[in-house]
């Protein structure tokens, strides 16, 4: 059997699927791995860690699916990983300097406010890069490690330092590692660096000198479907990595969105992207000008509008973790289902400022709007019509930018949108339709799409074009998943909602001082 390989490098777990030529997965396999947390707002996890569980997950979903299938022909690897997150490792040895640094950790907050005093506006970087000055982006992770970490200031400073996002780490440690493995990175993950100029698609040289670095440090910049090097060890030993991209950026191409077509994955973070085709759009209403993805190195580009939204699934977890109101993820549809409404309650899930479109990093989570009449299913329910407002502030702000009342239907995917009750009241809030796949992983399946294209497994055309529903074969997927949501909910009552909730949004603003240390300090 032919297949193509993908590795799906999350913030939470890392997943390796095998994909037949139809595009259905056969076999897959997925770990979790630690989320180290020294201090509120820290977060970090340890790259050796992430790379023991790329191998094992790849050794697993090999074996399964030669047990079911016989001898596998593996065409291709396509990576797709958490973007932003930084990871600094020494040349000589191959081995991390530190754990890399999450791309929601907000430990860069003050190099950004000094940033944004040094030059004036939150906005300095955007004609070059497309982002704002943020903790969010990978350059403020470079800068931290370089002020606080000596050893990656003098590794850094002497030239014996690899640096990047975790595409990079993963290309290199494939490819042999510290015995000639390949610095390299896409334009995908390279656009979320705030060091890459988003038109010409290369580093940024006057940009890099302010973040203390030199372009000639940073990896080699590639397209998403070409080749990156081959595998030199374990079960995809000498396959070629042929596809590379951002986990959005896989899942737009996943989604198969085509120019004026958007999609919102709801994993940890929510991220809604607009493909805007062949010319990046600027945005004036706090979102972000992008790279969607670009088939070959030959090929033009598609640029994108992202709104990112840095709490989607993880306050679901939250509600379960540190607060005890559910006992699953799943549980939270059937406790919300069980009121008909927040009955007044209203829920900004800041828990480390907001992301697009305010990009407020001193906002932090508030819960409105409680009285003696709240319990348990209201806050749920809350969080996640959260969810669905987020989504809508990001949609108001694309509309804006980009003539957005063109587009009639969103696409989602991501774990969250097994949520039937979520899905529902996006379509609400939205007032459009939303369609949910039978295969949920767009992410892995977008970075097949492309490693596919990459070695000409598949053709561009067919992956675009192709009807996503019908295939001969429907292993590993549930055709049931597959649906479409419509508003139930009229356009007054949804925007009567909307600006309570928004009201609740401003209340968050400013509050970061809160989390701050009561504690008189030792003498």
């Known amino acids: 059997m032919e297949v193509i390989a993908t590795i799906d490098q999350g913030t939470q777990s890392t997943r390796v699927y095998l994909y037949d030529s139809d595009a259905n997965p056969v076999a897959s396999h997925h770990v979790e791995f630690t989320q180290h947390r020294e201090r509120a707002?820290?977060?970090?996890?340890?790259?050796?860690?992430?790379?023991?569980?790329?191998?094992?997950?790849?050794?697993?979903?090999?074996?399964?699916?030669?047990?079911?299938?016989?001898?596998?022909?593996?065409?291709?690897?396509?990576?797709?990983?958490?973007?932003?997150?930084?990871?600094?490792?020494?040349?000589?040895?191959?081995?991390?300097?530190?754990?890399?640094?999450?791309?929601?950790?907000?430990?860069?907050?003050?190099?950004?406010?000094?940033?944004?005093?040094?030059?004036?506006s939150k906005d300095h970087f955007r004609p070059v890069t497309g982002l704002p000055i943020s903790t969010y982006f990978t350059s403020y992770k470079l800068k931290w490690l370089m002020d606080n970490v000596p050893k990656v200031s003098k590794a850094i400073s002497s030239n014996q330092?690899?640096?990047?996002?975790?595409?990079?780490?993963?290309?290199?440690?494939?490819?042999?590692?510290?015995?000639?493995?390949?610095?390299?990175?896409?334009?995908?993950?390279?656009?979320?660096?705030?060091?890459?100029?988003?038109?010409?698609?290369?580093?940024?040289?006057?940009?890099?000198?302010?973040?203390?670095?030199?372009?000639?440090?940073?990896?080699?910049?590639?397209?998403?479907?070409?080749?990156?090097?081959?595998?030199?060890?374990?079960?995809?030993?000498?396959?070629?990595?042929?596809?590379?991209?951002?986990?959005?950026?896989?899942?737009?191409?996943?989604?198969?969105?085509?120019?004026?077509?958007?999609?919102?994955?709801y994993g940890t973070g929510c991220f809604l992207l607009l493909n805007t085709g062949e010319e990046p759009q600027e945005s004036k209403h706090g979102l972000l000008t992008t790279i969607g993805y670009q088939l070959g190195p030959k090929?033009?580009?598609?640029?994108?509008?992202?709104?990112?939204?840095?709490?989607?699934?993880?306050?679901v977890s939250w509600l379960r973790d540190q607060m005890?109101?559910?006992?699953?993820?799943?549980?939270?549809?059937?406790?919300?289902?069980?009121?008909?409404?927040?009955?007044?309650?209203?829920?900004?899930?800041?828990?480390?400022?907001?992301?697009?479109?305010?990009?407020?990093?001193?906002?932090?989570?508030v819960i409105v709007g409680l009285t003696s009449y709240t319990n348990k299913a209201h806050v749920v329910r809350a969080l996640l019509q959260a969810i669905c407002w987020q989504a809508r502030e990001v949609m108001d702000a694309m509309q804006k930018d980009a003539d957005f009342s063109q587009v009639q239907l969103l696409k989602v995917d991501g774990g969250a949108s097994n949520n039937n009750l979520l899905m529902q009241m996006q379509a609400d809030a939205l007032q459009i339709p939303v369609h949910r796949p039978s295969h949920l992983e767009t992410t892995s399946l977008?970075?097949?799409?492309?490693?596919?294209?990459?070695?000409?497994?598949?053709?561009?055309?067919?992956?675009?074009?192709?009807?996503?529903?019908?295939?001969?074969?429907?292993?590993?997927?549930?055709?049931?998943?597959?649906?479409?949501?419509?508003?139930?909910v009229d356009k007054d009552t949804t925007s009567r909602q909307y600006s309570k909730w928004q009201k609740a949004v401003k209340l968050s603003f400013g509050l970061a001082d809160l989390a701050e240390s009561d504690q008189p300090s030792e003498s």
């Open 446 to 488: 977008g970075a097949a799409f492309a490693a596919g294209i990459g070695v000409g497994f598949w053709t561009k055309d067919w992956v675009l074009n192709a009807d996503p529903e019908r295939s001969n074969s429907q292993k590993q997927t549930d055709p049931s998943k597959s649906r479409v949501w419509r508003p139930q």
């Open 41 to 120: 707002g820290w977060i970090e996890h340890d790259p050796a860690e992430i790379w023991q569980g790329v191998q094992e997950c790849t050794e697993q979903a090999v074996k399964t699916a030669e047990k079911e299938h016989g001898k596998l022909n593996i065409k291709a690897v396509g990576i797709t990983n958490q973007r932003e997150t930084t990871v600094v490792w020494d040349k000589a040895s191959g081995k991390p300097l530190h754990n890399a640094i999450v791309w929601m950790d907000n430990r860069t907050e003050q190099i950004c406010a000094d940033m944004e005093q040094r030059f004036g």
């Open 161 to 265: 330092a690899y640096l990047g996002t975790m595409d990079t780490w993963l290309i290199y440690r494939l490819t042999g590692g510290a015995d000639g493995g390949a610095y390299v990175t896409d334009i995908s993950n390279a656009a979320r660096t705030n060091l890459m100029e988003i038109r010409s698609r290369k580093w940024h040289p006057e940009t890099c000198r302010t973040f203390g670095l030199q372009a000639d440090m940073l990896a080699e910049i590639k397209s998403n479907a070409e080749i990156f090097g081959h595998v030199k060890e374990g079960p995809l030993k000498g396959v070629p990595i042929a596809g590379c991209l951002g986990d959005q950026h896989a899942a737009l191409l996943g989604q198969r969105c085509k120019p004026q077509q958007a999609k919102n994955t």
């Open 324 to 365: 005890g109101l559910i006992n699953s993820a799943e549980e939270s549809e059937a406790v919300a289902s069980s009121v008909r409404d927040t009955a007044g309650v209203y829920f900004v899930p800041a828990f480390g400022g907001l992301l697009a479109p305010h990009w407020q990093g001193d906002a932090r989570g």
């Open 299 to 315: 090929e033009a580009p598609q640029y994108a509008l992202e709104g990112s939204i840095a709490i989607g699934g993880a306050g």
